[in-house]
T-cell receptor, first 116, second 113 residues
Framework: AQSVSQHNHHVILSEAASLELGCNYS??????LFWYVQYPGQHLQLLLK??????LVKGIKGFEAEFIKSKFSFNLRKPSVQWSDTAEYFC??????????????FGQGTTLQVKP | ETGVTQTPRHLVMGMTNKKSLKCEQH?????MYWYKQSAKKPLELMFV???????ENNSVPSRFSPECPNSSHLFLHLHTLQPEDSALYLC????????????FGQGTRLTVV
């Protein structure tokens, strides 16, 4: 069965520190890849997405992620975090080429706490 | 504001009650989804609707009954729930074509007592 694994459940960083959140997926076919963020009390919103092409994708708020096909990974990075990045981060995959792009398999999420 | 609105935001219900969750999207999408977000578990897909037709039921117990009267509205009817059904229920929508993303509502926080 397909699955998504996020290695870090809870990350605590100081402002200006660099961030990398790991995400690995298990699926034999081609996938679409997503990172969603959920700020406290708010809805899930898309940070960035990968469908095809350049494996290094840039998203909102200075986030980027790199798709490494050989490692089945899609790690999220940010060079310098801010206190406002405190949130829960979810990695998700969907089947590439499917019209049901909302049919997502999620990782368990990583809670990021940024200390001012 | 995502264009996906869920009501109510919070709901407390007894195990013998019947209640409904509502989702409305203003994005012109034609696929809608229900997800369940429980503590310490990944978001789980429950149901998928395309053009008002249910195309997926992810082994959800029958005490959860979805309804999609049109492409803009999605309901989740609840009856005889269990305390372990307490969770955040998220609605999402997407365009019915390749390489798009899903948009999520803010969710309904359900507590079953």
């Amino acid at each position: 069965a397909q699955s998504v694994s996020q290695h870090n459940h809870h990350v605590i960083l100081s402002e200006a520190a660099s961030l990398e959140l790991g995400c690995n997926y298990s699926y034999g076919g081609t996938v679409n890849l997503f990172w969603y963020v959920q700020y406290p009390g708010q809805h899930l919103q898309l940070l960035l997405k990968y469908f095809s092409g350049d494996p290094l994708v840039k998203g909102i708020k200075g986030f980027e992620a790199e798709f490494i096909k050989s490692k089945f990974s899609f790690n999220l990075r940010k060079p310098s975090v801010q206190w406002s990045d405190t949130a829960e981060y979810f990695c998700a995959v969907s089947l590439h080429g499917s019209s049901n792009t909302g049919k997502l398999i999620f990782g368990q999420g990583t809670t990021l706490q940024v200390k001012p | 504001e995502t264009g996906v609105t869920q009501t109510p935001r919070h709901l407390v219900m007894g195990m013998t009650n019947k209640k409904s969750l509502k989702c409305e999207q203003h994005l012109g999408h034609n696929a809608m989804y229900w997800y369940k977000q429980s503590a310490k578990k990944p978001l789980e897909l429950m149901f998928v609707y395309n053009f008002k037709e249910q195309t997926e039921n992810n082994s959800v117990p029958s005490r959860f009954s979805p309804e999609c009267p049109n492409s803009s509205h999605l309901f989740l009817h609840l009856h005889t729930l269990q305390p372990e059904d307490s969770a955040l229920y998220l609605c999402a929508s997407s365009q019915d074509r390749e390489n798009t993303e899903a948009f999520f509502g803010q969710g309904t926080r359900l507590t079953v007592v």
